[in-house]
């Protein structure tokens, strides 16, 4: 029989234009599986004989075999790192002490005689070992025990349902990083024959709601499904945490402290290396104490040469020339401020301008009205040619008609004599600048009364002040121009320009900033991956000037997580984080409210302020939010460490159970762009007292006629999208006439729209929460300034 072959032309469909995808090819996608490419010769014009082809193919599997065996060999032999495996009971019966006795007594072993304390399970038939870590009710020790673990049980009930610590404890860990979990349940022997199956399947949809690739509830009732559990930790491959992989990290086994003083002293921990390796020239940081120095790294395995043991030698030492130091924040200096006085020249040509100016108006406001107009009234008149556009309306054109018509008519009438100058008589010329108070304007009592009955009215208008959150009223007995005098006015918020070194707070010189980001983010992660510490070894880290509460903070029972800092990361900068609000959370949000800020291997309590997270633009400027909205993205900004990478990032809200603090909205972090400009917005709002066709008076915007000078060259604009400016002051309340793009209507608003940048307070502090059951901050990192007055 002849069997069709595909020849070397034939069609291939390009996999990145598929339009749609079966099922079963998203499950390989999902699964990690990379289809093989074809090998070709140097010319790419003819294929690969069936043995060639063949060879390409075992060589790249080859290259995955070595790159598993390298993931395993961490873990496999006698001197290799135990997998981290966190037992975490969810509901309120769960045994934790029950589960881990369970594994032991499947490998026919001992349970551990202290209960609480981690343990290493050597499963010697399958050649690996486990370090179980039994987990108490405590948040934040679930937290600091899943960033170093490798895989992770979590107990279920068949009796009690998962209360709100335990669901609290899955989205903490589903936004910090997912590890592998295993879904096991206890006490299904108390539930009827009949009833299991539907509880069973109720828990794995509840397990699925957190971790859709689980299909499988495991057990621990009988030696066969403990062996079923210890076989999936000791086969499986970790799942990898990219931001906590970047960085050495490490459990303790043991802590050890030699004071050198009343206050510090030398701290000895000792445990497996894992992520990168450590280097002796970097920070480590302790969590709930901040970022110190190692003194030097030595090895912790016990070697055995005969019958003489090898002693711990020195790994690794800090060059001096090369190690970081504990520098945060810069130190300002006043005296290399930059002076911005004037020059005489630029002097001499301002007032050259003023002038100019004030020329010009003296010539503006000459006005031809009726003889014996006040200026006052004359101020009521309107121009016609006060428009932005040169063609007249049509009622223009009608009067026009008109005019011509009376002037035919008027050639057979005879003016009688001596009334030629009748024009000069009728009409004069005036000043505008001479304001006099006129009896048509109306008195303080009066001008208030009706104001009170606006701001009543607008404020039944429910519906426009959604519309328009940043609408405000001006005071009324303080300057609108002292009020608002760090307030500027912006053609377009995209393009217009801002200069972001413009007026500065002191906090800004504090911190540091990176002429490119990116560049010195790959060249510090690169330098990481090269260490004499080699991962996977035990080793004892060395840290200097460590003050005695670290030591004591130190329980067998909780986990005492230590990480290595990348270069830089213990600098102050200003830290952007793209958040989202969570959609439990139904309380508002507002900016500068405190928080608890946990970002990766790190938790501070900060006081962030949010902005839109919208385009760049060509300013860089984005709108501050007064309140964090819900179902968009946004921007919190604080000022903090630098980190390197995609950390994640969690805001907590403090309650007075520190154990069941809320979570109000996770993200992560995005830059440390201290040219990004957050703008807070304002806007004045004013009413049309008369209107005639493209122009307008306004009222109750300012009060006074200094206001409308000094706003004069900001552009106006209304709810129904007209754009406009003003004109001039009419009387000496604050009415004011303006001109507009088009015919204006009575219902309008006008609407004046001002900016401000706002800066983050320096209150970042370190938190120490979860000792002690209270919750405390220490002032380590950073110190808050005395400037409380605002930004």
């Given amino acids: 029989m002849h069997r069709h072959r595909a020849g070397s032309m034939h069609q291939s469909n390009k996999p990145f234009k598929s339009r749609h995808a079966t099922k079963g090819t998203l499950k390989e996608i999902s699964k990690g599986k990379v289809n093989r490419t074809s090998v070709k010769q140097g010319g790419g014009m003819k294929a690969l004989s069936k043995q060639d082809r063949r060879h390409a193919?075992?060589?790249?599997?080859?290259?995955?075999?070595?790159?598993?065996?390298?993931?395993?060999?961490?873990?496999e032999g006698r001197q290799g790192a135990p997998k981290i495996v966190p037992v975490l009971p969810l509901c309120p019966d769960s045994n934790v002490d029950a589960a881990i006795a369970a594994l032991y007594t499947s490998l026919g072993q001992q349970p551990p005689?202290?209960?609480?304390?981690?343990?290493?399970?050597?499963?010697?038939?399958?050649?690996?070992?486990?370090?179980?870590?039994?987990?108490?009710?405590?948040?934040?020790?679930?937290?600091?025990?899943?960033?170093?673990?490798?895989?992770?049980?979590?107990?279920?009930?068949?009796?009690?349902?998962?209360?709100?610590?335990?669901?609290?404890?899955?989205?903490?860990?589903?936004?910090?990083?997912?590890?592998?979990?295993?879904?096991?349940?206890?006490?299904?022997?108390?539930?009827?024959?009949?009833?299991?199956?539907?509880?069973?399947?109720?828990?794995?949809?509840?397990?699925?709601?957190?971790?859709?690739?689980?299909?499988?509830?495991?057990s621990l009732d009988s030696d066969s499904d403990s062996l079923n559990v210890i076989r999936y930790l000791t086969s499986q491959r970790p799942k990898p945490l990219?931001?906590?992989?970047?960085?050495?990290?490490?459990?303790?086994?043991?802590?050890?402290?030699?004071?050198?003083?009343?206050?510090?002293?030398?701290?000895?921990?000792?445990?497996?290396?894992?992520?990168?390796?450590?280097?002796?020239?970097?920070?480590?940081?302790?969590?709930?104490?901040?970022?110190?120095?190692?003194?030097?790294?030595?090895?912790?395995?016990?070697?055995?040469?005969?019958?003489?043991?090898?002693?711990?030698?020195?790994?690794?030492?800090?060059?001096?020339?090369?190690?970081?130091?504990?520098?945060?924040?810069?130190?300002?200096?006043?005296?290399?401020?930059?002076?911005?006085?004037?020059?005489?020249?630029?002097?001499?040509?301002?007032?050259?301008?003023?002038r100019r100016m004030q020329s010009k108006e003296d010539q503006s406001n000459k006005k031809r009205v009726p003889k014996g107009t006040s200026s006052y009234q004359a101020a009521w008149i309107f121009d016609d040619d006060e428009d932005y556009s040169d063609i007249d309306d049509e009622d223009d054109e009608d009067d026009d008609m008109k005019v011509d018509d009376n002037e035919d008519d008027d050639d057979d009438i005879v003016e009688p004599v001596g009334n030629g100058d009748l024009?000069?008589?009728?009409?004069?010329?005036?000043?505008?600048?001479?304001?006099?108070?006129?009896?048509?304007?109306?008195?303080?009592?009066?001008?208030?009364?009706?104001?009170?009955?606006?701001?009543?009215?607008?404020?039944?208008?429910?519906?426009?002040?959604?519309?328009?959150?940043?609408?405000?009223?001006?005071?009324?007995?303080?300057?609108?121009?002292?009020?608002?005098?760090?307030?500027?006015?912006?053609?377009?918020?995209?393009?217009?320009?801002?200069?972001?070194?413009?007026?500065?707070?002191?906090?800004?010189?504090?911190?540091?900033?990176?002429?490119?980001?990116?560049?010195?983010?790959?060249?510090?992660?690169?330098?990481?991956?090269?260490?004499?510490?080699?991962?996977?070894?035990?080793?004892?880290?060395?840290?200097?000037?460590?003050?005695?509460?670290?030591?004591?903070?130190?329980?067998?029972?909780?986990?005492?997580?230590?990480?290595?800092?990348?270069?830089?990361?213990?600098?102050?900068?200003?830290?952007?984080?793209?958040?989202?609000?969570?959609n439990a959370y139904e309380e508002p949000v507002r900016s500068k409210d405190p928080m608890i800020l946990h970002m990766g291997f790190r938790r501070y309590t900060v006081k962030p302020i949010y902005s839109q997270n919208s385009n760049k633009g060509s300013n860089n400027v984005h709108k501050y939010e007064r309140f964090l909205q819900m179902g968009r993205s946004s921007v919190a900004t604080v000022y903090g460490p630098v980190v390197f990478g995609k950390v994640p990032c969690m805001l907590y809200k403090e309650t007075d159970d520190v154990n069941e603090p809320i979570l109000v909205s996770t993200g992560m972090f995005m830059n440390t762009d201290v040219k990004r400009i957050v703008a807070k917005r304002i806007i004045l709002s004013g009413h049309p007292f008369r209107v005639h066709k493209r122009s307008a008076v306004i009222r109750y915007m300012f009060f006074n006629t200094d206001d409308i000078h000094w706003f004069k060259p900001v552009q106006l604009t209304t709810k129904y999208g007209r754009v406009g400016h003003i004109r001039e002051s009419v009387g000496t309340h604050g009415y004011m006439k303006c001109t507009f793009d088009g015919p204006m209507t009575q219902q309008d608003t006008v609407m004046l729209s001002l900016y401000k940048r706002i800066f983050p307070k320096w209150n970042t502090e370190l938190y120490k929460g979860g000792l002690n059951k209270e919750a405390k901050a220490i002032d380590q990192v950073t110190k808050p300034t005395p400037m409380d007055m605002e930004l």
């Fill in 57 to 75: 193919a075992k060589v790249l599997q080859q290259k995955k075999r070595e790159d598993i065996t390298r993931i395993h060999r961490l873990f």
């Fill in 113 to 218: 005689l202290e209960q609480g304390v981690p343990s290493v399970l050597h499963a010697e038939r399958f050649k690996q070992k486990l370090q179980l870590v039994p987990l108490r009710r405590n948040f934040y020790d679930v937290l600091d025990a899943f960033k170093v673990a490798d895989y992770a049980i979590i107990l279920l009930s068949a009796d009690v349902e998962v209360d709100s610590f335990g669901i609290n404890c899955l989205l903490s860990i589903l936004n910090q990083g997912l590890v592998n979990v295993l879904p096991v349940v206890q006490y299904m022997s108390n539930i009827p024959n009949k009833n299991q199956v539907s509880v069973k399947k109720s828990l794995v949809s509840f397990t699925q709601q957190f971790f859709p690739e689980q299909e499988h509830l495991y």
């Fill in 242 to 354: 990219v931001w906590r992989d970047l960085r050495p990290y490490m459990l303790a086994d043991n802590v050890e402290y030699q004071p050198t003083n009343e206050e510090t002293g030398l701290l000895k921990v000792t445990g497996y290396a894992r992520g990168n390796p450590f280097n002796a020239n970097r920070l480590v940081h302790l969590q709930n104490y901040g970022d110190y120095q190692i003194q030097q790294i030595t090895s912790a395995d016990i070697k055995q040469h005969g019958d003489m043991q090898e002693d711990s030698s020195v790994l690794d030492a800090p060059v001096p020339e090369e190690q970081d130091d504990l520098v945060a924040e810069n130190e300002p200096d006043f005296m290399e401020n930059e002076q911005t006085w004037p020059t005489e020249e630029e002097l001499a040509e301002a007032d050259e301008r003023v």
């Fill in 423 to 582: 024009e000069q008589e009728e009409y004069e010329e005036i000043d505008m600048n001479d304001k006099v108070e006129n009896e048509d304007e109306l008195d303080v009592e009066e001008e208030q009364r009706q104001y009170e009955e606006y701001l009543k009215q607008r404020a039944d208008e429910f519906e426009g002040h959604k519309e328009f959150p940043d609408e405000i009223d001006t005071p009324m007995h303080v300057a609108a121009r002292e009020r608002f005098a760090r307030y500027r006015g912006l053609q377009s918020f995209r393009t217009s320009p801002w200069d972001p070194y413009e007026n500065l707070p002191v906090d800004y010189s504090r911190i540091f900033q990176f002429e490119n980001y990116l560049r010195t983010k790959s060249r510090v992660v690169g330098q990481a991956i090269v260490g004499k510490v080699k991962p996977g070894s035990r080793i004892t880290l060395w840290i200097q000037n460590v003050p005695k509460g670290a030591f004591e903070m130190f329980d067998k029972t909780r986990p005492y997580v230590v990480f290595g800092l990348l270069q830089y990361e213990h600098k102050s900068s200003l830290l952007n984080l793209q958040i989202t609000r969570d």
